[in-house]
């Protein structure tokens, strides 16, 4: 099978942390502190334990020293391994191996271990299956359910190639946010996530809300990868268009050599602003930060989406939506 010239431009090595890149030339307000505090040993040792992949780790998250500090971790199934290739993510592109069926039960029993409020799940994309993926989260939403039934649940989902079936299992699940992210601007698409696409991903949002509409939507971007303002601003309003209501948006980190170059770093002060835009546009809560990244604050998030909640906290502040360390 021939690749397209969008393919050969983001083809990496089998193992996406080969070609490391100068972090020194980041601007000062990216800096991340890591801390090997006793409670992220203790979520370091129950992930190991129980055999899990976390997005946290997969994907180089920038705040992982932060979250698992704070004993919250983002689990990542259906192996560690993903078939696509995007140009700005470092999880490892190539061949998965079969699902297991044990993975579904192994991340509830982490999620009890770490006493979670609210769990995130996301996956890598399984194009190889026929459904996507969507029985393996379908079935890890019902195992957490099981164990944990007072713990919320988010799930950062595939676009499972559009298939409504796919969907449908998920939300017939009952996770308490979806979330499924655009990622950029309509004219990047090709360049930065070759095998999804614009349309498709609000299709998706879209007709999630027409399946579920009680379950609140949710999506994120990656500024700094060549998009302009007034693209952002199209975005946004695509998204609102498409029924979502929470919203992420993060500075692109240059994994290594082989992934999209950074064409621009934006200040806290414009992650600040486009965070009120998307308020302004009518986005219920958004963190937008430099660090921001699609679970950050998550729990947050989606409670200030459900205002009759008694423990929900209050929407996100302009300052605390920097998500600097």
């Given amino acids: 099978m021939s690749r397209t010239d969008d393919d050969r ?39 190991k334990e129980q055999g899990l992949h976390t997005v946290c780790s997969s994907a180089s998250c ?18 560690n391994d993903c078939t696509r290739r995007c140009g700005f993510c470092d999880v490892n592109t190539s061949r998965p191996e ?14 009890t271990q770490l006493g979670l409020r609210f769990a995130v799940v996301t996956c ?106 007034p693209e952002i601003d199209r975005t946004l309003r695509d998204l609102r268009e498409a029924g979502v209501t929470l919203l992420t948006m993060g500075q692109y980190l240059r994994p290594s050599v082989d992934h999209l170059p950074v064409d621009r770093w934006l200040t806290p002060e414009a992650f600040d602003a486009w965070g009120e835009r998307a308020r302004e546009l009518g986005f219920v809560d958004v963190a937008s930060g430099p660090l921001v990244r699609s679970s950050y604050q998550a729990e947050k998030l989606a409670r200030s989406d459900d205002p009759g909640s008694e423990d929900a906290p209050s929407a996100l502040s302009p300052g605390e939506s920097r998500a600097l360390p």
Avoid at 9 to 36: F, G, K, L, Y
Avoid at 171 to 188: K, Q, S, Y
Wanted: glycine share 10%; with cysteine.
């Fill in 62 to 79: 920038p705040n992982q020293g932060e979250c698992w500090a704070a004993g919250t971790a983002t689990f990542m199934i259906g192996g």
């Fill in 124 to 229: 890598v994309a399984r194009d190889d299956l026929e459904d996507g993926g969507a029985g393996q989260m379908a079935a890890t939403i019902r195992a957490i359910r099981h164990r944990s039934p007072g713990t919320g649940i988010e799930v950062l989902i595939s676009d499972y190639k559009g298939c409504d079936d796919a969907l449908r299992k998920v939300l017939d699940a009952g996770p308490d946010v979806l979330n499924h992210n655009i990622e950029t601007v309509e004219r990047l698409q090709r360049r930065v996530r070759p095998a999804a696409g614009y349309a498709r991903s609000l299709a998706v949002l879209r007709r999630a809300g027409e399946l579920r509409p009680d379950i609140p939507r949710k999506s994120g971007l990656i500024l700094g990868m060549g998009e302009r303002d």
């Fill in 98 to 111: 079969a699902l297991d069926p044990f993975e579904p039960g192994r991340v509830a029993h982490a999620v």
């Fill in 9 to 47: 431009r983001v083809a990496r090595p089998e193992s996406n942390r080969q070609t490391p890149i100068d972090r020194s030339a980041r601007p000062d307000w990216i800096r991340v502190r890591v801390s090997a505090t006793p409670e992220f040993q203790r979520v370091a040792g129950i992930v």
